[in-house]
Protein backbone atom coordinates (compact mmCIF):
# COMPACT_ATOMS: atom_id res chain seq x y z
CA UNK A 1 0.00 0.00 0.00
CA UNK A 2 2.66 2.63 1.18
CA UNK A 3 4.77 1.27 -1.45
CA UNK A 4 2.06 1.91 -4.05
CA UNK A 5 1.16 5.40 -2.77
CA UNK A 6 4.96 5.95 -2.93
CA UNK A 7 5.00 4.48 -6.43
CA UNK A 8 2.16 6.61 -7.69
CA UNK A 9 4.19 9.77 -6.01
CA UNK A 10 7.14 8.91 -7.51
CA UNK A 11 4.85 8.11 -11.31
CA UNK A 12 3.29 11.41 -10.29
CA UNK A 13 6.44 13.41 -9.94
CA UNK A 14 8.00 11.73 -12.53
CA UNK A 15 4.64 13.21 -14.85
CA UNK A 16 5.02 16.56 -12.86
CA UNK A 17 9.13 16.17 -14.31
CA UNK A 18 7.63 15.59 -17.62
CA UNK A 19 5.24 18.13 -18.01
CA UNK A 20 7.94 20.86 -16.28
CA UNK A 21 9.82 19.57 -18.93
CA UNK A 22 7.48 20.00 -21.93
CA UNK A 23 6.86 23.58 -20.62
CA UNK A 24 10.26 24.25 -20.41
CA UNK A 25 10.45 23.25 -23.85
CA UNK A 26 7.82 24.73 -24.96
CA UNK A 27 8.59 28.01 -23.69
CA UNK A 28 11.34 27.72 -24.68
CA UNK A 29 10.22 27.62 -28.53
CA UNK A 30 7.60 30.26 -27.58
CA UNK A 31 10.66 32.48 -26.48
CA UNK A 32 13.01 31.94 -28.88
CA UNK A 33 10.31 32.37 -31.66
CA UNK A 34 9.17 35.54 -29.86
CA UNK A 35 12.91 36.31 -29.37
CA UNK A 36 13.41 35.83 -33.17
CA UNK A 37 9.89 38.04 -34.46
CA UNK A 38 11.31 40.80 -31.97
CA UNK A 39 14.61 40.79 -33.70
CA UNK A 40 12.92 40.37 -36.94
CA UNK A 41 11.33 43.16 -36.21
CA UNK A 42 14.18 45.13 -35.47
CA UNK A 43 16.39 43.74 -38.01
CA UNK A 44 14.04 44.07 -41.20
CA UNK A 45 15.27 46.96 -42.75
CA UNK A 46 18.89 46.42 -41.80
CA UNK A 47 21.19 45.43 -39.41
CA UNK A 48 21.97 48.93 -37.61
CA UNK A 49 17.68 49.30 -36.63
CA UNK A 50 17.87 46.59 -33.80
CA UNK A 51 17.18 48.66 -30.96
CA UNK A 52 17.69 47.52 -27.21
CA UNK A 53 17.82 50.56 -25.36
CA UNK A 54 13.71 50.81 -25.94
CA UNK A 55 12.97 48.68 -23.16
CA UNK A 56 15.31 49.61 -20.44
CA UNK A 57 14.35 53.56 -21.29
CA UNK A 58 10.52 53.02 -20.95
CA UNK A 59 10.99 51.58 -17.31
CA UNK A 60 12.74 55.25 -16.84
CA UNK A 61 9.91 57.04 -18.15
CA UNK A 62 7.37 58.02 -14.75
CA UNK A 63 4.37 60.42 -14.22
CA UNK A 64 7.04 63.63 -14.35
CA UNK A 65 8.06 62.65 -18.32
CA UNK A 66 7.05 65.03 -20.33
CA UNK A 67 6.04 63.77 -23.83
CA UNK A 68 6.28 65.13 -27.30
CA UNK A 69 3.95 62.95 -28.96
CA UNK A 70 2.05 60.25 -26.10
CA UNK A 71 -0.18 57.80 -27.18
CA UNK A 72 -1.20 54.48 -26.37
CA UNK A 73 1.01 53.43 -28.66
CA UNK A 74 3.33 55.76 -29.40
CA UNK A 75 5.34 57.79 -26.67
CA UNK A 76 8.22 60.04 -27.32
CA UNK A 77 9.79 62.13 -24.85
CA UNK A 78 10.63 65.93 -24.90
CA UNK A 79 14.24 65.69 -24.68
CA UNK A 80 16.56 68.99 -24.38
CA UNK A 81 18.31 69.50 -27.65
CA UNK A 82 21.76 70.52 -25.75
CA UNK A 83 21.38 67.96 -22.66
CA UNK A 84 23.97 67.28 -20.50
CA UNK A 85 24.59 63.97 -21.55
CA UNK A 86 25.95 65.25 -25.09
CA UNK A 87 26.53 69.14 -24.75
CA UNK A 88 30.20 68.63 -24.77
CA UNK A 89 29.53 67.53 -28.19
CA UNK A 90 27.47 70.34 -29.43
CA UNK A 91 28.57 74.48 -29.48
CA UNK A 92 26.17 76.75 -28.95
CA UNK A 93 26.59 79.02 -32.18
CA UNK A 94 28.65 77.64 -34.65
CA UNK A 95 30.38 79.10 -37.35
CA UNK A 96 28.88 79.11 -40.71
CA UNK A 97 30.74 77.50 -43.18
CA UNK A 98 31.99 80.26 -46.28
CA UNK A 99 33.46 78.81 -49.45
CA UNK A 100 36.63 80.93 -51.14
CA UNK A 101 34.34 82.56 -54.00
CA UNK A 102 37.23 85.23 -55.04
CA UNK A 103 37.35 83.36 -58.63
CA UNK A 104 33.67 83.69 -58.90
CA UNK A 105 34.31 86.63 -61.88
CA UNK A 106 30.52 85.98 -63.51
CA UNK A 107 26.80 85.82 -62.83
CA UNK A 108 23.65 85.63 -64.46
CA UNK A 109 20.88 87.57 -64.81
CA UNK A 110 17.77 86.93 -67.28
CA UNK A 111 19.19 84.74 -69.65
CA UNK A 112 22.39 86.79 -70.11
CA UNK A 113 25.95 85.81 -69.15
CA UNK A 114 28.14 89.03 -67.38
CA UNK A 115 31.38 89.28 -66.70
CA UNK A 116 31.37 91.25 -63.12
CA UNK A 117 34.11 93.65 -63.77
CA UNK A 118 33.73 95.30 -59.71
CA UNK A 119 35.44 91.90 -58.74
CA UNK A 120 37.20 90.89 -61.96
CA UNK A 121 38.94 94.60 -62.12
CA UNK A 122 41.79 94.14 -64.68
CA UNK A 123 42.52 90.32 -64.34
CA UNK A 124 39.64 88.96 -66.75
CA UNK A 125 40.23 89.27 -70.71
CA UNK A 126 37.43 86.99 -72.04
CA UNK A 127 35.42 84.22 -70.96
CA UNK A 128 33.89 81.21 -72.74
CA UNK A 129 31.27 79.01 -72.28
CA UNK A 130 30.37 75.29 -73.01
CA UNK A 131 26.77 74.14 -72.27
CA UNK A 132 25.99 71.00 -69.71
CA UNK A 133 24.19 68.26 -71.60
CA UNK A 134 22.22 65.59 -69.62
CA UNK A 135 23.08 61.78 -70.62
CA UNK A 136 22.29 58.69 -69.53
CA UNK A 137 23.34 58.66 -66.08
CA UNK A 138 25.64 61.66 -66.82
CA UNK A 139 26.59 64.77 -68.80
CA UNK A 140 28.95 66.09 -71.44
CA UNK A 141 30.30 69.04 -72.46
CA UNK A 142 28.75 71.07 -75.56
CA UNK A 143 30.90 73.09 -78.17
CA UNK A 144 32.58 75.98 -76.57
CA UNK A 145 31.16 79.57 -77.25
CA UNK A 146 32.84 82.48 -78.48
CA UNK A 147 34.96 84.87 -76.36
CA UNK A 148 32.89 87.45 -74.89
CA UNK A 149 34.71 90.19 -72.53
CA UNK A 150 31.31 91.90 -71.09
CA UNK A 151 28.44 89.58 -71.55
CA UNK A 152 26.80 87.03 -73.60
CA UNK A 153 22.61 85.44 -73.61
CA UNK A 154 22.68 82.02 -73.15
CA UNK A 155 20.18 79.70 -74.06
CA UNK A 156 21.28 76.64 -72.20
CA UNK A 157 20.31 75.13 -68.98
CA UNK A 158 23.12 74.74 -67.49
CA UNK A 159 27.16 76.16 -68.05
CA UNK A 160 30.36 75.93 -67.58
CA UNK A 161 32.31 79.20 -68.12
CA UNK A 162 35.99 80.01 -68.27
CA UNK A 163 37.31 83.14 -67.64
CA UNK A 164 41.04 83.93 -69.20
CA UNK A 165 43.98 86.34 -68.23
CA UNK A 166 45.89 88.45 -70.68
CA UNK A 167 47.99 85.47 -71.19
CA UNK A 168 45.48 83.47 -72.87
CA UNK A 169 45.46 81.04 -69.24
CA UNK A 170 41.93 80.03 -67.24
CA UNK A 171 41.87 81.99 -63.73
CA UNK A 172 38.17 80.76 -62.86
CA UNK A 173 36.05 78.02 -63.51
CA UNK A 174 32.26 79.17 -62.78
CA UNK A 175 28.73 77.38 -62.92
CA UNK A 176 25.22 78.66 -63.63
CA UNK A 177 22.04 77.35 -64.19
CA UNK A 178 20.07 79.53 -66.79
CA UNK A 179 15.89 79.20 -66.40
CA UNK A 180 14.94 77.60 -69.87
CA UNK A 181 10.99 77.59 -70.37
CA UNK A 182 9.97 73.88 -71.26
CA UNK A 183 6.36 73.24 -72.11
CA UNK A 184 4.76 70.46 -70.22
CA UNK A 185 2.81 67.93 -72.54
CA UNK A 186 -0.49 69.00 -74.63
CA UNK A 187 -2.39 66.44 -73.35
CA UNK A 188 -1.33 67.12 -70.08
CA UNK A 189 -2.51 71.07 -70.37
CA UNK A 190 -5.64 69.57 -71.56
CA UNK A 191 -6.38 68.14 -68.73
CA UNK A 192 -5.60 70.82 -66.27
CA UNK A 193 -7.92 73.07 -68.88
CA UNK A 194 -10.09 70.11 -67.82
CA UNK A 195 -9.37 69.86 -64.14
CA UNK A 196 -9.70 73.62 -63.75
CA UNK A 197 -12.81 74.38 -65.56
CA UNK A 198 -14.48 71.21 -63.51
CA UNK A 199 -14.01 73.17 -60.24
CA UNK A 200 -17.35 74.58 -58.59
CA UNK A 201 -15.65 75.29 -55.04
CA UNK A 202 -17.71 77.86 -52.74
CA UNK A 203 -16.20 80.30 -51.04
CA UNK A 204 -13.14 80.24 -53.29
CA UNK A 205 -12.89 84.20 -53.82
CA UNK A 206 -11.86 83.77 -57.36
CA UNK A 207 -8.42 81.76 -57.80
CA UNK A 208 -7.38 80.96 -60.96
CA UNK A 209 -5.13 77.99 -59.92
CA UNK A 210 -7.17 76.52 -57.18
CA UNK A 211 -4.46 73.55 -56.95
CA UNK A 212 -1.39 74.47 -55.36
CA UNK A 213 2.05 74.17 -56.72
CA UNK A 214 4.76 72.01 -54.49
CA UNK A 215 7.46 72.36 -53.44
CA UNK A 216 9.82 69.97 -51.59
CA UNK A 217 13.27 70.91 -49.66
CA UNK A 218 14.85 67.91 -48.22
CA UNK A 219 17.96 68.69 -45.54
CA UNK A 220 20.07 65.08 -45.29
CA UNK A 221 20.28 63.65 -41.90
CA UNK A 222 18.09 66.42 -40.21
CA UNK A 223 16.21 65.70 -37.44
CA UNK A 224 13.54 67.42 -35.75
CA UNK A 225 15.77 68.00 -32.93
CA UNK A 226 18.49 68.83 -34.51
CA UNK A 227 16.46 71.55 -36.39
CA UNK A 228 15.60 73.05 -32.85
CA UNK A 229 19.87 73.44 -32.65
CA UNK A 230 20.72 74.86 -35.58
CA UNK A 231 17.94 75.98 -38.01
CA UNK A 232 16.58 78.61 -35.51
CA UNK A 233 15.81 81.12 -37.99
CA UNK A 234 14.53 78.65 -40.45
CA UNK A 235 12.09 77.17 -37.72
CA UNK A 236 11.18 80.39 -36.40
CA UNK A 237 10.31 82.13 -39.69
CA UNK A 238 8.23 79.03 -40.65
CA UNK A 239 6.46 78.76 -37.44
CA UNK A 240 6.06 82.17 -36.36
CA UNK A 241 5.89 84.63 -39.14
CA UNK A 242 4.39 81.48 -41.95
CA UNK A 243 2.29 79.77 -39.18
CA UNK A 244 3.22 76.39 -40.45
CA UNK A 245 2.68 73.02 -39.57
CA UNK A 246 5.68 70.67 -37.74
CA UNK A 247 4.91 66.60 -37.39
CA UNK A 248 6.54 66.06 -34.02
CA UNK A 249 6.34 62.09 -34.21
CA UNK A 250 7.07 61.88 -37.93
CA UNK A 251 9.57 58.70 -38.03
CA UNK A 252 11.87 56.80 -40.57
CA UNK A 253 10.81 53.69 -41.89
CA UNK A 254 14.13 52.41 -43.18
CA UNK A 255 17.86 52.83 -42.54
CA UNK A 256 19.23 55.52 -44.61
CA UNK A 257 18.42 58.05 -47.41
CA UNK A 258 17.94 56.12 -50.55
CA UNK A 259 14.92 53.57 -48.88
CA UNK A 260 13.10 56.63 -46.55
CA UNK A 261 13.15 58.70 -49.75
CA UNK A 262 12.04 55.83 -52.25
CA UNK A 263 9.25 55.49 -49.54
CA UNK A 264 8.35 59.06 -49.50
CA UNK A 265 8.14 59.00 -52.89
CA UNK A 266 6.19 55.88 -53.95
CA UNK A 267 4.19 55.46 -51.01
CA UNK A 268 5.83 52.32 -50.09
CA UNK A 269 8.12 50.38 -48.84
CA UNK A 270 11.42 49.91 -50.96
CA UNK A 271 11.31 46.08 -50.63
CA UNK A 272 7.61 45.84 -51.89
CA UNK A 273 8.68 47.91 -55.45
CA UNK A 274 11.00 45.34 -57.87
CA UNK A 275 11.76 48.42 -59.68
CA UNK A 276 14.55 49.44 -57.78
CA UNK A 277 16.07 46.24 -58.01
CA UNK A 278 16.04 46.89 -61.87
CA UNK A 279 19.91 47.05 -63.25
CA UNK A 280 19.03 49.75 -66.21
CA UNK A 281 18.05 52.17 -63.60
CA UNK A 282 15.25 53.07 -61.22
CA UNK A 283 12.98 54.98 -64.06
CA UNK A 284 9.81 52.64 -63.79
CA UNK A 285 8.77 53.26 -59.82
CA UNK A 286 5.85 54.60 -58.88
CA UNK A 287 7.70 58.41 -58.31
CA UNK A 288 5.54 61.20 -57.08
CA UNK A 289 6.24 63.43 -59.75
CA UNK A 290 4.73 60.63 -62.72
CA UNK A 291 1.41 61.74 -61.10
CA UNK A 292 2.20 65.46 -60.82
CA UNK A 293 3.05 65.12 -64.34
CA UNK A 294 -0.28 63.51 -65.85
CA UNK A 295 -2.17 66.37 -64.25
CA UNK A 296 -0.23 68.68 -66.04
CA UNK A 297 2.64 70.23 -63.63
CA UNK A 298 5.88 70.86 -64.59
CA UNK A 299 8.22 68.70 -62.66
CA UNK A 300 11.98 69.20 -61.19
CA UNK A 301 14.15 67.42 -59.53
CA UNK A 302 17.77 67.96 -57.85
CA UNK A 303 20.26 67.17 -55.77
CA UNK A 304 23.59 68.26 -55.20
CA UNK A 305 25.17 64.10 -55.11
CA UNK A 306 24.80 61.38 -57.73
CA UNK A 307 21.13 59.81 -57.38
CA UNK A 308 22.83 56.54 -55.19
CA UNK A 309 26.13 54.91 -53.81
CA UNK A 310 26.92 52.03 -56.12
CA UNK A 311 23.18 52.01 -56.93
CA UNK A 312 21.50 52.23 -60.45
CA UNK A 313 20.12 55.96 -61.01
CA UNK A 314 17.71 57.58 -63.98
CA UNK A 315 18.60 55.75 -67.26
CA UNK A 316 15.98 58.89 -68.76
CA UNK A 317 15.11 62.05 -67.34
CA UNK A 318 12.88 61.87 -65.01
CA UNK A 319 11.48 65.20 -64.70
CA UNK A 320 11.30 68.04 -66.73
CA UNK A 321 13.85 69.90 -65.14
CA UNK A 322 16.73 67.84 -64.00
CA UNK A 323 19.30 69.14 -61.87
CA UNK A 324 22.25 65.95 -61.98
CA UNK A 325 24.16 66.95 -65.08
CA UNK A 326 24.81 70.33 -63.59
CA UNK A 327 25.69 68.81 -60.12
CA UNK A 328 27.48 66.26 -61.70
CA UNK A 329 29.57 68.58 -64.28
CA UNK A 330 30.72 70.82 -60.80
CA UNK A 331 31.83 68.29 -58.80
CA UNK A 332 33.64 66.06 -61.23
CA UNK A 333 33.28 63.45 -59.76
CA UNK A 334 34.09 64.15 -56.30
CA UNK A 335 32.63 61.09 -54.06
CA UNK A 336 33.70 62.35 -50.45
CA UNK A 337 30.10 63.91 -49.19
CA UNK A 338 32.15 65.89 -46.49
CA UNK A 339 32.91 67.78 -49.32
CA UNK A 340 30.63 70.87 -50.43
CA UNK A 341 32.94 73.86 -51.93
CA UNK A 342 33.23 73.72 -55.41
CA UNK A 343 34.34 76.62 -57.50
CA UNK A 344 33.88 79.46 -55.45
CA UNK A 345 30.25 78.00 -54.06
CA UNK A 346 28.55 75.14 -51.86
CA UNK A 347 26.60 72.91 -53.63
CA UNK A 348 23.73 74.03 -51.12
CA UNK A 349 23.90 77.41 -52.28
CA UNK A 350 24.10 75.57 -55.68
CA UNK A 351 21.02 73.70 -54.91
CA UNK A 352 18.60 76.65 -53.30
CA UNK A 353 19.40 78.87 -55.90
CA UNK A 354 18.09 76.47 -58.71
CA UNK A 355 15.33 76.31 -56.46
CA UNK A 356 14.93 80.02 -56.04
CA UNK A 357 15.21 80.64 -59.64
CA UNK A 358 12.80 77.99 -61.03
CA UNK A 359 10.08 78.90 -57.88
CA UNK A 360 9.93 82.51 -59.47
CA UNK A 361 10.53 81.54 -63.25
CA UNK A 362 7.54 78.70 -63.02
CA UNK A 363 4.69 80.85 -60.48
CA UNK A 364 1.85 81.01 -63.04
CA UNK A 365 2.15 77.35 -63.95
CA UNK A 366 1.38 74.32 -61.29
CA UNK A 367 5.04 72.99 -60.29
CA UNK A 368 6.52 70.11 -58.28
CA UNK A 369 10.15 70.58 -57.56
CA UNK A 370 12.16 68.61 -54.77
CA UNK A 371 15.34 69.61 -53.84
CA UNK A 372 17.65 67.72 -51.92
CA UNK A 373 20.64 69.07 -49.76
CA UNK A 374 22.67 66.27 -49.14
CA UNK A 375 26.74 67.49 -49.00
CA UNK A 376 26.32 70.10 -46.26
CA UNK A 377 24.41 68.00 -43.40
CA UNK A 378 25.59 64.75 -44.16
CA UNK A 379 28.00 63.86 -41.60
CA UNK A 380 27.92 67.22 -39.30
CA UNK A 381 25.00 68.58 -36.94
CA UNK A 382 26.61 71.72 -36.75
CA UNK A 383 26.50 72.89 -40.78
CA UNK A 384 23.13 73.24 -40.45
CA UNK A 385 23.42 76.21 -39.35
CA UNK A 386 24.62 77.25 -43.06
CA UNK A 387 21.87 76.07 -44.74
CA UNK A 388 19.64 77.61 -41.56
CA UNK A 389 21.32 81.08 -43.13
CA UNK A 390 20.65 79.75 -47.13
CA UNK A 391 17.08 78.60 -46.55
CA UNK A 392 15.88 81.58 -44.04
CA UNK A 393 16.86 83.72 -46.49
CA UNK A 394 15.06 82.71 -49.48
CA UNK A 395 11.91 81.78 -47.86
CA UNK A 396 11.57 85.35 -46.93
CA UNK A 397 12.47 86.35 -50.75
CA UNK A 398 9.97 83.76 -51.68
CA UNK A 399 7.40 84.80 -48.82
CA UNK A 400 7.85 89.11 -49.59
CA UNK A 401 7.76 88.40 -53.40
CA UNK A 402 4.42 86.03 -53.01
CA UNK A 403 5.99 83.12 -54.34
CA UNK A 404 4.15 80.73 -51.75
CA UNK A 405 0.87 82.61 -51.91
CA UNK A 406 -0.20 78.93 -54.14
CA UNK A 407 2.19 77.01 -53.01
CA UNK A 408 2.59 74.01 -50.33
CA UNK A 409 5.68 73.88 -49.35
CA UNK A 410 8.08 70.97 -46.62
CA UNK A 411 10.77 71.37 -45.31
CA UNK A 412 12.03 67.91 -43.80
CA UNK A 413 15.23 65.59 -43.53
CA UNK A 414 14.95 61.62 -44.12
CA UNK A 415 16.58 60.45 -40.75
CA UNK A 416 18.55 62.42 -38.26
CA UNK A 417 22.45 62.03 -38.55
CA UNK A 418 23.75 58.23 -38.27
CA UNK A 419 27.41 59.22 -37.63
CA UNK A 420 29.66 61.12 -34.60
CA UNK A 421 29.79 61.06 -31.06
CA UNK A 422 26.14 62.11 -30.28
CA UNK A 423 24.85 59.18 -32.49
CA UNK A 424 25.35 56.39 -29.67
CA UNK A 425 23.82 58.32 -26.79
CA UNK A 426 20.27 58.07 -26.03
CA UNK A 427 18.65 61.12 -27.45
CA UNK A 428 21.25 60.71 -30.77
CA UNK A 429 19.30 57.43 -31.44
CA UNK A 430 15.94 58.78 -30.72
CA UNK A 431 16.99 62.24 -32.91
CA UNK A 432 18.11 59.30 -36.15
CA UNK A 433 14.61 58.11 -36.03
CA UNK A 434 12.54 61.07 -35.90
CA UNK A 435 13.01 63.48 -39.53
CA UNK A 436 12.32 67.18 -39.24
CA UNK A 437 8.74 67.66 -41.06
CA UNK A 438 7.68 70.96 -41.82
CA UNK A 439 4.91 72.24 -43.66
CA UNK A 440 3.24 75.10 -44.54
CA UNK A 441 0.33 75.37 -46.78
CA UNK A 442 -1.36 79.15 -47.64
CA UNK A 443 -3.59 81.07 -45.32
CA UNK A 444 -6.23 80.97 -47.86
CA UNK A 445 -5.91 77.04 -48.63
CA UNK A 446 -6.10 76.09 -45.06
CA UNK A 447 -9.72 78.43 -44.63
CA UNK A 448 -11.29 76.33 -47.63
CA UNK A 449 -9.43 73.21 -47.31
CA UNK A 450 -12.58 71.34 -45.47
CA UNK A 451 -14.71 72.62 -48.43
CA UNK A 452 -12.27 71.24 -51.34
CA UNK A 453 -11.97 67.81 -48.97
CA UNK A 454 -16.00 67.96 -49.89
CA UNK A 455 -15.10 67.61 -53.05
C1 LIG B 1 1.16 57.35 -12.49
O1 LIG B 1 -0.18 57.71 -12.80
C2 LIG B 1 -1.06 56.61 -12.81
C3 LIG B 1 -2.44 57.08 -13.28
O2 LIG B 1 -2.50 58.46 -13.45
C4 LIG B 1 -1.14 55.99 -11.42
O3 LIG B 1 -2.00 54.87 -11.44
C5 LIG B 1 0.25 55.55 -11.01
O4 LIG B 1 0.24 55.10 -9.67
C6 LIG B 1 1.26 56.72 -11.11
N1 LIG B 1 2.58 56.19 -10.89
C7 LIG B 1 3.46 56.80 -10.11
C8 LIG B 1 4.79 56.15 -9.99
O5 LIG B 1 3.19 57.84 -9.54
C1 LIG C 1 30.19 91.62 -58.27
O1 LIG C 1 31.31 91.63 -57.41
C2 LIG C 1 31.15 92.43 -56.25
C3 LIG C 1 32.49 92.48 -55.53
O2 LIG C 1 32.90 91.21 -55.11
C4 LIG C 1 30.05 91.84 -55.40
O3 LIG C 1 29.85 92.62 -54.25
C5 LIG C 1 28.77 91.78 -56.22
O4 LIG C 1 27.75 91.14 -55.46
C6 LIG C 1 28.98 91.03 -57.53
N1 LIG C 1 27.78 91.16 -58.33
C7 LIG C 1 27.07 90.11 -58.72
C8 LIG C 1 25.84 90.41 -59.48
O5 LIG C 1 27.40 88.97 -58.47
C1 LIG D 1 36.35 93.13 -76.19
O1 LIG D 1 35.83 92.56 -77.37
C2 LIG D 1 35.76 93.46 -78.48
C3 LIG D 1 35.09 92.76 -79.64
O2 LIG D 1 35.38 91.37 -79.61
C4 LIG D 1 37.16 93.93 -78.85
O3 LIG D 1 37.06 94.85 -79.90
C5 LIG D 1 37.77 94.55 -77.62
O4 LIG D 1 39.09 94.91 -77.89
C6 LIG D 1 37.75 93.63 -76.45
N1 LIG D 1 38.21 94.34 -75.28
C7 LIG D 1 39.09 93.84 -74.47
C8 LIG D 1 39.46 94.69 -73.29
O5 LIG D 1 39.60 92.74 -74.63
C1 LIG E 1 5.22 46.20 -48.13
O1 LIG E 1 6.13 45.40 -47.41
C2 LIG E 1 5.87 45.23 -46.04
C3 LIG E 1 6.97 44.42 -45.45
O2 LIG E 1 8.19 44.77 -45.97
C4 LIG E 1 4.50 44.59 -45.87
O3 LIG E 1 4.21 44.48 -44.49
C5 LIG E 1 3.44 45.41 -46.56
O4 LIG E 1 2.19 44.79 -46.51
C6 LIG E 1 3.80 45.66 -48.01
N1 LIG E 1 2.85 46.62 -48.60
C7 LIG E 1 2.27 46.45 -49.76
C8 LIG E 1 1.33 47.51 -50.20
O5 LIG E 1 2.51 45.47 -50.45
C1 LIG F 1 -2.16 86.12 -52.23
O1 LIG F 1 -3.26 85.70 -53.00
C2 LIG F 1 -4.50 86.23 -52.58
C3 LIG F 1 -5.59 85.62 -53.41
O2 LIG F 1 -5.22 85.49 -54.74
C4 LIG F 1 -4.48 87.75 -52.75
O3 LIG F 1 -5.69 88.28 -52.30
C5 LIG F 1 -3.32 88.29 -51.92
O4 LIG F 1 -3.21 89.67 -52.13
C6 LIG F 1 -2.04 87.61 -52.30
N1 LIG F 1 -1.01 88.06 -51.41
C7 LIG F 1 0.04 88.68 -51.82
C8 LIG F 1 1.03 89.08 -50.78
O5 LIG F 1 0.21 88.89 -53.00
Same mark, same amino acid.
Given at each position: ?29 IGTTLRINTKKEYTFREKEYV ?91 ? !?? &????? *? ?5 ? $? +?? %? ?115 ? !?? &????? *? ?5 ? $? +?? %? ?64 VSNLKDNPFFSLSMHIRMTHDSLTR ?41 ? +? ?29
Open positions: MNSKRMFGIVRKKSFLYLYVFVFVCIACISRCNLEVLSKFNNNTDFLVESEVCKIPRVNPFDKSIKEFLPDDPQISVCDNSNVFTYVDNNNLYINFTKSRNQVQYCSYEPIYYISNSFKLG !KV &SGHFN *KSVRVTD $E +FI %KVQCYDAFNKVIAKNFHTVFVKKNPNKKASDLRKHVVQMKNIPNMDNHRETRLNVLLIMIESTSRINSVRYLRKTRKYLLETLDATELLGYNKVALNTRPNTAALLTGDFIENSSCF !KD &SEGVD *KCPFIWK $E +FS %KLGYTTHYGQDTFYSVGKPGFKFQPTDYYDQPFHDAYQQGTKQFSNFCFNGKSSSEYVNERMFNLAVTIDQLISKTLQRLHKNSLLNNTFLALFGDHGIRSGKVRPT +FIGQLEERLPMMLMYVPPWFKTNIVAILRI
